[in-house]
């Protein structure tokens, strides 16, 4: 049985002592019942605070990204090293906001899961077409791309540390959300690419999650479809109440 799992991907949000802050609201209203996994994505500076304090909670971390190289003259970057070496063991690779605004290709992702991958990390791999893309009818495509140039060079083995998260762009942030039938419409198609590159085994035990304004009053529609195994959260991941919502629609 693949696991469900919900993350909150923080962004650029909340200083010291507001993550202190959020943290222990979540480990006070987080359902205690559920059969799930929970990770939160602060930012870089607050990463190692945040390990500290979960460290008695099953409430997991993870970064936001991460450079590929092992270390070197890259001002201003992150290395796996560092991340473990702290504590944190999943990544967020290849969110849409850094593929745009930050430029990062298929190319340089596919680099990023390798190192990440080398150092026994978990990773978070996000994808999903732009609005353009969906208007088109080229959704499918855009993300079979994806999926080919970012990430199905791994070996089969290492899909027992990669989690799958598909976000829309155009539902990213936006209030807009995929329907329900949307969503497992292209999970569905996500796990058969799967599945004819690396056989049912793989296709069948990856979790898939949905991301792009998921919300406490539809997070249980689009958790109910068969290939639906969870969200990334953006913003309802910064208040405590909504987050705890969400998993509680797991
Ligand atoms: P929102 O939930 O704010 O739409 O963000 C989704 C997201 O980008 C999670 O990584």
Redesign the pocket.
């Given at each position: 049985m693949r696991t469900k799992i919900v993350a909150g991907?923080w962004?650029m949000h909340k200083n010291a002592e507001e993550t202190e802050d959020l943290l222990n609201e979540l480990i006070d209203k987080l359902p205690s019942d559920k059969e799930v996994r929970i990770i939160v994505a602060p930012t870089f500076v607050n990463l190692a605070s945040a390990v500290d304090h979960l460290e008695f909670t099953n409430i997991g971390v993870a970064a936001q990204n991460m450079h590929q190289a092992e270390s070197g003259a890259f001002t201003g970057e992150i290395s796996a090293d560092m991340l473990k070496s702290i504590g944190v063991d999943t990544v967020?690779l290849g969110?849409?906001?850094r593929r745009a605004y930050f430029h990062e290709s298929d190319a340089l992702l596919a680099s990023k899961v390798d190192t990440a991958l080398k150092h026994d990390m978990t990773v978070i791999f996000?994808f999903g077409e732009e609005l353009k893309d969906r208007q088109s009818g080229n959704h499918f495509n855009i993300v079979e791309n994806q999926l080919n140039d970012g990430i199905f060079h791994v070996e089969e083995k290492s899909w027992e540390n990669i989690i799958l998260?598909y976000?829309p762009v155009w539902?990213?942030?936006?209030g807009e959300t995929a329907s329900s039938e949307q969503a497992q419409e292209m999970h569905e198609f996500i796990r058969e690419t799967i599945r004819r590159k690396f056989g049912s085994n793989v296709a069948e035990d990856v979790s898939i999650l949905y991301?792009?304004?998921?919300k406490p009053d539809n997070a249980k529609e689009i958790f109910g479809k068969p290939d639906v195994d969870g969200g990334?959260?953006?913003?309802?991941?910064l208040k405590a109440t909504d987050f705890a919502a969400i998993v509680d629609g797991i």
């Open positions: 991907n962004k967020i969110h849409s906001e996000c998260a976000e539902a990213i942030g936006t991301g792009g304004s998921v990334l959260i953006g913003g309802a991941a």
